[in-house]
């Protein structure tokens, strides 16, 4: 019974590069999303998607990308990391992003960016 | 649009003590409401939800929370508070009309102290 699986834990990288934050839900899910928590702030909506195929910003989507090509998978591209990108990163799902469903959410990725 | 208030970024109490963590929501049609706890290092989990099925929600731990839509406030109780309930505490909502977005607050540090 994984749920919400992310990939990496720990991840430490230099300004300009690129990487990907890999997402996994095993509950048929069809809404999943990415937020990120920073001190003072809460969690942010980066991106969220309602299913295969479809995808949507949320509050703060500059410098970030994701596609949904599966049911089970929503990756987070980093396109040229900034030390403002420094962060920890939570993906999270629910059954439909509607009517009340409990969205579960993931371990979580600590992000550095130097 | 749809925002969540939690009044208190660190709160206090002493163990046997009445938690109360304050939240307020803003939104425009009937919302959904949610509160999730965070331990440290760990992804959030849900405490208990609103769906507008009855007003007084129960949750896991011994918590609870009252919706009132008059005052639009979603408050977190507990009687008596452990050492165990030291943790952050998150408000959020998600609207009735299918925007799919789940907005978390900024979040409520609870400290017990023995």
């Known amino acids: 019974n994984a749920g919400v699986t992310q990939t990496p834990k720990f991840q430490v990288l230099k300004t300009g590069q690129s990487m990907t934050l890999q997402c996994a839900q095993d509950?048929?899910?069809?809404?999943m999303s990415w937020y990120r928590q920073d001190p003072g702030m809460g969690l942010r909506l980066i991106h969220y998607s309602v299913g295969a195929g479809i995808t949507d910003q949320g509050e703060v989507p500059n410098g970030y990308n994701v596609s949904r090509s599966t049911t089970e998978d929503f990756p987070l591209r980093l396109l040229s990391a900034a030390p403002s990108q420094t962060s920890v990163y939570f993906c999270?799902?629910?059954?439909?992003?509607?009517?009340?469903?409990?969205?579960?959410f993931g371990e979580g990725s600590w992000l550095t960016v130097v | 649009a749809q925002s969540v208030t939690q009044l208190g970024s660190h709160v206090s109490v002493s163990e046997g003590a009445l938690v109360l963590l304050r939240c307020n929501y803003s939104?425009?049609?009937?919302?959904?409401l949610f509160w999730y706890v965070q331990y440290p290092n760990q992804g959030l989990q849900l405490l208990l939800k609103y769906t507008s099925a009855a007003t007084l929600v129960k949750g896991i731990n011994g918590f609870e929370a009252e919706f009132k839509k008059s005052e639009t406030s979603f408050h977190l109780t507990k009687p008596s508070a452990h050492m165990s309930d030291a943790a952050e505490y998150f408000c959020?909502?998600?609207?009735?009309?299918?925007?799919?977005?789940?907005?978390f607050g900024t979040g409520t540090r609870l400290k017990v102290l023995a």
């Open positions: 999270a799902s629910s059954f439909d992003g509607r009517t009340g469903n409990t969205i579960y």
């Open positions: 509950m048929n899910h069809e809404y």
């Open positions: 939104s425009s049609v009937p919302p959904y």
């Open positions: 959020a909502v998600s609207s009735t009309s299918g925007t799919y977005k789940y907005i």
